[in-house]
């Protein structure tokens, strides 16, 4: 057996016989890990609280010949307790595991992509942030972090950069942002295409500490399908957190 040192997100949860817990995690130096809690679901478990999904653990595992490694030691790095007290915050943390689970691969280790989360999920502990904005910022710099951030300082189709022509409109087929001319996709404001630009430009804590703008919703629904596009399905924890924003 390998002695695994590590630290996780708990990504997800699900029963296994009458006492213990498989617990879904994903690491930084191990990629996406699934592993047996023994004896979690009793009440006299010394860590039942510890593996619930949102929580960030310091992990030691036990890997064997299974697929499944078993949990030994688990300690709590941050349970963000202000996330889960605001039911819109627990949605949108819901939210960016759904997608990591998704982009995450077991033994493929991605540290760029669980510090982009750790720090998602810190932003959304902080009670100055607006929710509403962590989720979308999320999902456009995962995008960048694939190699798939949009076009948004010229038309995807013809070339042509913003100074010269009007950017009216999103097509993720294409790519990004689309003139009046090669129009196609949904229709963008240049407000929404000014906060999005700002997110991926290095203006992400001031979007993050302004108040909610009012193309926010916008920016959430292009963010959104951009990410649903990538992963190939569509998002429920995004849209049960949407239902609750807006």
């Known amino acids: 057996m390998t ?9 997800r949860t699900y029963r ?13 130096a191990h990629g996406k890990v699934r592993a047996v809690a023994k004896g ?3 009440t006299t478990s010394k860590w039942g609280g510890r593996l619930e999904p ?11 010949r299974s697929e499944l490694a078993v949990v030994s030691q688990a300690e709590v790095v941050d349970h963000f307790p202000s996330v889960r007290a605001d039911l819109e915050r627990v949605a949108c943390g819901l939210s960016m595991l759904e997608v990591v689970d998704q982009l995450s691969l077991e033994g493929h280790a ?3 992509l669980f510090r982009m989360l750790v720090g998602a999920l810190g932003a959304l502990a902080d009670a100055r942030t607006d929710p509403s904005m962590v989720v979308p910022a999320f999902f456009l710099k995962v995008l960048a972090h694939e190699g798939t951030e949009p076009i948004l300082d010229a038309c995807a189709s013809c070339g042509r950069p913003r100074d010269d022509v009007e950017l009216v409109a999103f097509d993720l087929a294409e790519g990004g942002t689309l003139c009046a001319r090669c129009r196609r996709g949904r229709r963008v404001s240049p407000e929404a295409l000014d906060v999005v630009r700002a997110i991926l430009g290095g203006g992400l804590a001031g979007v993050l500490a302004s108040p909610r703008p009012a193309c926010a919703g916008e920016v959430a629904s292009l963010a959104t399908e951009a990410m ?10 995004v849209h049960a957190a949407a239902a609750l924003s807006w």
């Open 3 to 11: 002695l695994l040192r590590d630290a996780g997100v708990v990504l």
């Open 16 to 28: 296994l016989g009458e006492a213990d817990r498989i617990v879904v995690l994903v690491t930084e």
């Open 40 to 42: 979690v679901r009793k």
């Open 54 to 64: 949102l929580s960030h653990v310091s992990l030691l595992l036990w890997q064997g």
């Open 110 to 112: 991605d540290p760029g």
């Open 228 to 237: 649903e596009g990538h992963v190939d399905r569509r998002l429920r924890a």
